[in-house]
C-alpha cells in the first residue's frame, strides 16, 4: 500500500505547481504579446501594400479608360481592353477585402459567380506547387450563385490546398479541386444544424496524402490545435476556415478513410440571381464644366485622371505636390469650383491641405480619395468638414457620380 504524502509534501508540490502554472502564465502573456506585435506588423505591411497597389491599378484604370474612349466597340480591341478593365475592378475589390480582414470588421456578403474565384487561385497555385503534385480540376460548366466573399473564399481555398499540399511533401502526389451544385434533402442536413435543406454549392479540396489521425480529426478546427511546428505553420487555420465558410451560412466537413487522403467539403447555399455585373464604359456617364483641382503625388495618376475628367467637360488643374497645389490656391482661391485630393502624400496630408484650403475659403467642397488610411476614415473626413470620402483605385463612373453629387448639392 503507498504511503500517504505528508502535508509539507503536498505543500511543496502544491508551490511547485503554482509555480509552473505562473511560469506558463508569463510564457502565454509573452506569446500573446508577441502574436499581436506581429499582427500588428503584418497589419502595417498590408496597409502600405494596399495604398501602392490601388496607386497603380488606379493608373492602369484611368489609362484604360481613355483608351477605350478612342476605341469603338466593335473593334478587336475593345474586348482585350474590357478584359484587362475588368479584371483591375477584381483586383481592386480584392485589395478592399484585404483591408477589411486587416481591420477584422464584418466582410461584405454580394452576389458572386465562385468559379471566377476558384479559377484564378489555381492559376496562382500551379506556380508554387511542386511539380510532383499534380492539380485535378473537377468545376462544373453551369453553377449558381452564391452570397459570398471573393477574398474569403479565396483565402479558404488556398489555406485548405496549402494543407494538402503539406500532406503530400516529399511523396507527391494529387491535389484535387471540385465545385458544383447539389441539392441538400432533410436527411442531408440532420446533423449539421448550419445546413438547411435546398440549394447549394459544393467545394471540396482532397490530397492524397497519408490523412488525419483518428485520434485528432475531432480537434482540428480547434483554434489552437495544430500538428506542425511554430516555423511550419503558414496558414490561417482550420478553426479560421470554419468560422469563414460559417459567415457564409455554410458548414465545412472533413472525411479521412483508413486507406489514406483526406477531403474537405464546403457547402455554402446558392441563391438566385447573376453576380454583380461589371461594365467598363456607361454612356449615362453625368458630365460638368466646372473647374476642379486634382491633386496626387503620383504625376502619371494626375495625368490620366485629368484627362478623363477633361472627357466630361470639366476644366481641370492637376497638381503632383500638396505645397504646390496650396499655393495655386492661396493665388487663386475663388477660381475652383472643387478640390479632389489624395489622403496619404508627402508635406501635407490630403486631410491637412483640405483644413488649409478651407481656413482660406470656408465654401470649398473637398473630395478626399485614399488607397488605404488608418489615420483618417469616412466619418472623421466629414467631421472635418470633407464632402465626399472615396476609395482609390476609382472607375471613371464613380468619380464622376461624386462629383456631380458634390457640386449639385451646393445648388
Known sequence: MAKKPSYKELENEITSLRKKLESHGDAGHLVNRKQNERLETIGSLAGGIAHEFNNILGIIIGNIELASDNVTKWSPAYPYLTEVWNTCIRARNFVKQIIAFNHQSDSVLAPLDISLVVKESLKMLRSVIPTTIEIHQDISESLDTINGNPAEIKQILLNLCANAVDAMKGTGGTLGVGLENTELADEDVAETPELKPGPHIKLSVSDTGSGIDPAVIEQIFDPYFTTKSKDDATG?????????VKHHSGAIRVESPPDGGTRFSMLIPSISGESEPEILVDDRIPKGDEQILFVDDEPVMVKAYQAMLELLGYKVYGRASSIEALSAFKAQPGKFDLVITDQQMPDLSGLMLAKEMMAIRPDIPVILCTGYSDLVDEDE??????????????????IADTIRNVLDRRK
Not at 490561417?236 to 469563414?244: A, T
Not at 473626413?381 to 464613380?398: Q, R, S
Open 236 to 244: 490561417i487555420g482550420l478553426s479560421v476556415v470554419q468560422g469563414i
Open 381 to 398: 473626413a466629414k467631421e472635418a468638414g470633407i464632402k465626399a470620402f472615396v476609395m482609390k483605385p476609382m472607375a471613371l463612373a464613380e
